[in-house]
């Protein structure tokens, strides 16, 4: 039942107020109404503020309050203001009858989260917006020039396509053990390794959800063996990154977290949905639900991909003379019984080795 | 001194700090560092025989996360508006901002830079666009923080503005 919330007791504020505020390193300034230094105390120093003089402008002696003072009407509340000392604070000015009192508080640890999850955000918008860039040159300009008009794009196109899933092992648990500057750090180094050797083999990133993402090949590629090599290419060395980042993390006694992944080959409906602003491109179809599902059955180092994936791959492989290095790599036969499927499935698992290859392994096909 | 307060406005990653790190510090790095909240360095400039001491206020890049906030504005003699070259995005949420910074804070000196102009080849935004920019009253400089180019003429071209004489 919620009742009425009750105000704070005294007796609790009065307990917590020095408590909050001694890691605030609070600071005051009083001017007098055109903004003259009348008094001041508390940490200046930490804000790298020294030498006031009273009854000398503020403004002329701190630099940051040029164009505040003198101050009137509503109070003014500024965050993340970085300070000459280093140090960010949440700064307040405002009136009480003849005076004017300019307070400082050190946000810098809400500043340093906040930082790290705008960077991220960010760095995601900035990936989306060339990808749009990218759509433009794929899907002709005319596609483009309707979203340019703010209209929104209904039609799709079928395509063969093949579709990569790929998610971060334990990251629920793990998000839920550290602290959320840790995941995100964790977050921020798994990603990139994720992501970029999908986008290098010519796959689209069509969304990244928390520590999950998926990548399309196909989309500007009209040969569906080429797409489907270049997805399982881009997969095994998202596995040979993570290898690489495991190595890194285990020496600076970090936990390693494997990556599994899913790919599946058919037909999709893809399109551009959202306005030209904020666009992206969307592929529906069972072949992504079944790239999602698969990646569900992959463990850490390994890509589950489905029969169609395989027999396009090997096809290109025999096509084209790909010279790239498979003595990392294990495939295996694996059946596997989805939800929702009503038979049991043939799937091909490909194991990236993160050692030299153990005897367990005897019996698989080896490359 | 005198002082006098020059506001950094635009989207995200158009190359703010960059600009005020390349003209205060004449420095340059790759790697993106997005500013939250606000960076505030200064810069003594002469002009007309005077000096004046810049206070530039390096503002966070707005997205739809986070809106500016015309509070900062406030105090300020002019506005350094950075558009990316590459990202014709930026151009749209740069008007945009004109017009907010304005409508809080009565007319003020303003320039538009266009940044990024070491990456010529790769610009999306189109020279009619910046003609038609321009036929509508829009002051427009090319830029790059990364090779200094156009970058001491746009702060000195402000300056000029902000401190009273020019146009
Ligand atoms: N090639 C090139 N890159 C630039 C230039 N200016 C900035 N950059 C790069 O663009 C990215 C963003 O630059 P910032 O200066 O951090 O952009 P900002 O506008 O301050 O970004 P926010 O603080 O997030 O709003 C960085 O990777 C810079 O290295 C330039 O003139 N040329
Ligand atoms: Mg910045």
Redesign the interface.
């Known amino acids: 039942m919620s009742g009425r919330a009750h105000p704070l007791p005294q007796v609790v504020s009065a307990y917590l107020l020095p408590l909050v505020l001694r890691s605030r390193h609070p600071a005051f300034l009083r001017t007098d109404p055109n903004g003259y230094v009348v008094e001041h105390g508390g940490a200046l120093a930490h804000y790298g503020i020294h030498d006031l003089q009273p009854g000398q402008p503020a403004s002329a002696q701190i630099s940051l309050l040029t164009g505040f003072l003198p101050h009137h009407g509503e109070p003014l509340h500024l965050s993340a203001v970085h300070t000459e000392s280093g140090a960010c604070a949440d700064l307040h000015v405002f009136v009480d009858g003849e005076n004017t009192w300019v307070v400082l508080l050190d946000t810098t640890s809400e500043h340093d989260q906040k930082q790290a999850m705008q960077q991220k955000g960010n760095e995601l918008s900035l990936r989306s917006e060339r990808q749009g860039l990218m759509l433009d040159t794929y899907l002709g300009k005319s596609v483009a020039e309707s979203l340019m008009a703010g209209r929104w794009q209904r039609g799709g196109e079928r395509r063969e396509v093949t579709v990569l899933f790929v998610d971060i092992r334990g990251f629920t648990p793990y998000s839920e053990d550290h602290s959320p500057e840790e995941v995100f750090r964790t977050l921020n180094q798994y990603l990139p390794v994720m992501i970029e050797p999908i986008e290098a083999h010519g796959g689209l990133i069509e969304h990244i959800a928390g520590d999950a993402v998926m990548g399309i090949f196909g989309i500007g590629e009209s040969d569906k063996r080429t797409a489907a090599a270049k997805a399982v290419i881009a997969g095994l060395h998202v596995q040979r990154a993570v290898r690489a980042l495991h190595a890194r993390r285990a020496a600076q006694g970090l936990s390693c977290l494997g990556v599994g992944i899913g790919i599946a080959s058919g037909p999709a409906a893809v399109g551009i949905v959202g306005t030209y602003d904020r666009r992206g491109f969307a592929a529906i179809g069972h072949h992504v639900n079944l790239a999602s599902r698969l990646q569900g059955q992959a463990r850490a180092f390994e890509l589950v991909i489905d029969e169609p994936t395989h027999s396009l791959w090997q096809e290109a492989r025999q096509r084209d003379a790909m010279n790239e290095d498979f003595s990392d790599v294990l495939i295996d036969e694996r059946q596997v019984a989805l939800k929702g499927f009503r038979d049991v499935l043939r799937t091909f698992v490909i194991t990236v080795a993160t050692s030299s290859l153990p005897a367990a392994f005897s019996g698989a096909e080896r490359f | 001194m005198i ?1 006098k ?1 020059l506001c950094m406005l635009g989207a ?2 158009v190359g703010k700090t960059s600009l005020v790190r390349r003209y205060v510090h004449s420095m340059f790095t790759d790697k ?3 500013t ?5 360095d ?1 810069k003594d400039v002469q002009h007309a025989g005077k000096t004046a ?1 810049l ?1 530039l206020w390096d503002l ?2 707005e ?4 809106r500016l ?1 015309t ?2 504005l ?3 003699a002019g506005l350094l508006i950075v558009a990316d070259g590459t ?1 014709p ?1 930026t151009v ?1 949420k740069a008007i945009e901002l004109r017009d907010r910074a304005l409508s809080a804070l009565g007319p003020l000196p303003y320039l538009l830079i266009l940044n990024k102009s070491d990456l010529l080849s790769e610009w ?1 935004v189109r020279p009619e666009r910046i003609d038609e920019l321009s036929r509508s009253g829009w002051e427009i400089l090319r830029a790059s923080a990364k090779t200094g180019e156009g970058v001491e003429d746009a702060f000195s071209t402000i300056t000029a503005r902000m401190l009273g004489d020019g146009r």
């Open positions: 002082q307060k995200f990653a993106y560092l997005t939250v909240g606000v960076k505030i200064k001491s206070l966070y890049g997205d739809e996360f986070q906030q509070s900062y406030r105090g300020s990202r995005a749209d999306e």
